[in-house]
């Protein structure tokens, strides 16, 4: 039998304020990156300063938030924008795409790049493994509001989500009458949103950190993150319903997260190809870090220490 999901999206309420779980979850995924980002300096990871990296957070911050909302009205909300071009602007009614985040933060690294003189993908090779954390948190938030469902199926672990139901209206306790008696079984789908936070989050995560502890040529690290969260999407989206403005692309099967994917994945295989001969990165202690520059550069090879 499924699972009736009765979380509650908001996790604090004081009066007029709502505080939802998925603002929650930002806040994390941008701490976690804090946090890994000053280890990885500290490592003497990039060369940078702490203050820099708090520059770079700050502008990852912004790629995300503007690039995540701008890329949902493109990929997803195309109609409605055309209709009304201020509802880019009302992010607290939800609706973020990874794909535009993505390029918003590969915008925000160019000029952070440009401006501390770092090589783009020096930058991008730094920040890759900081992501997939935040991923996995925003899934997490995903399913915690009881949105982004997967597909109707039959699988011991499917959840009923009230928000996918033209019942939804009803109270609480009637859909728990209701699923208790068997009666919301054809609803029951699967929790894609856990999928995509196991896949994104924690399996991305150890795959691509575990990678960047060795010394890797340039392009490497990228390449992984973008194959490797490419795949992971891509299949995912075979048990994740569809956008029901949207519905397939093609063939009966092809999504638009597919779609998008897909570049992803031919990125990836091209920067793992280029990395083949490409150079190390700086790998160095900066000014003030407990780390001695020896120590830091002595993981690459004396050739390869150039920037």
Known sequence: MSFLH???????ELGPLKVHWYGITYLLAFASSWWLGRRRVREGRLGISQDQF???????MLGVIFGGRLGYMLFYGWAEWTQDPLALLRVWEGGMSFHGGLLGVMI???????????HFFDNMDFVAPLIPIGLGFGRMGNFIGGELWGRVTSVPWAFVFPKSLEIESRSMAEL?????????????????????????????????????????????????FALAYGLS???????????????????????????????????????????????????????GDDALPERATAMQPDAQRTR
């Open 233 to 287: 999407r891509f299949a995912v989206e075979f048990v994740r319903e569809p956008d029901e403005h949207l519905g397939f692309l093609a063939f009966d099967w092809l999504t638009m997260g597919m779609l998008l994917s897909i570049p992803l994945v031919v990125t990836g295989l091209v920067l793992l190809a280029l990395s083949l001969r490409a150079p190390y990165p700086p790998r160095r202690a900066t000014p």
């Open 108 to 118: 925000a690294m160019w000029i952070w790049s440009r401006k501390n003189r770092v």
């Open 54 to 60: 708090s520059d770079l957070l700050f502008y990852g």
């Open 6 to 12: 009765t979380l509650d999206p908001v996790a604090v």
């Open 176 to 224: 728990a009458e209701l699923h208790a008696t068997g009666a919301l079984e054809p609803f029951a789908r699967h929790p894609s949103q856990l999928y995509q936070a196991g896949l994104e989050g924690i399996l991305l995560f150890a795959l691509v950190w575990r990678f960047s502890a060795k010394p890797r040529r340039r392009y490497a690290v990228s390449g992984l």
